[in-house]
């Protein structure tokens, strides 16, 4: 018995197979731990960057302008100040004047309080005075 010869193309050249794809390299397992690892440093970098964040907007001092009305609350060394609306029963001080590129709160008249503020680079005082009621 005789092993058949290869089958030919029209021409007369052996047929040629495509080649079987090769084998793809077995995935590697990940590491359970490795995972979980990088799960808690993702999830701490998170939790960073919203504290951070959170705070470095709802902490961020009140720009207001002359005219404004302003509730301020707090100790002197630590002011919290939030805009208001002169008509809203909270607001306690009304802004006369902001003093731009300054802490020397006696940019203010005598009377005046005023209230040093800085927001990134830059630096202001709040001319108050006491809402009529």
Known sequence: MTTPPPPQDASGAPEQHPAAPA???AAKPKSGKGRKFLNVVVLIVVAVVVKLGISYFFNAPVRAEAGDCVKVTGSDNSPEVETKGCEDKDANYKVLKVVENT???NA???GEAALAQQWESEKFVLCLD???K
Do not use: G, H, M, S
């Open 130 to 132: 006491l809402v009529k």
């Open 103 to 105: 802490f020397d709160t």
């Open 108 to 110: 203010c008249d005598v």
């Open 23 to 25: 084998p793809e390299a």
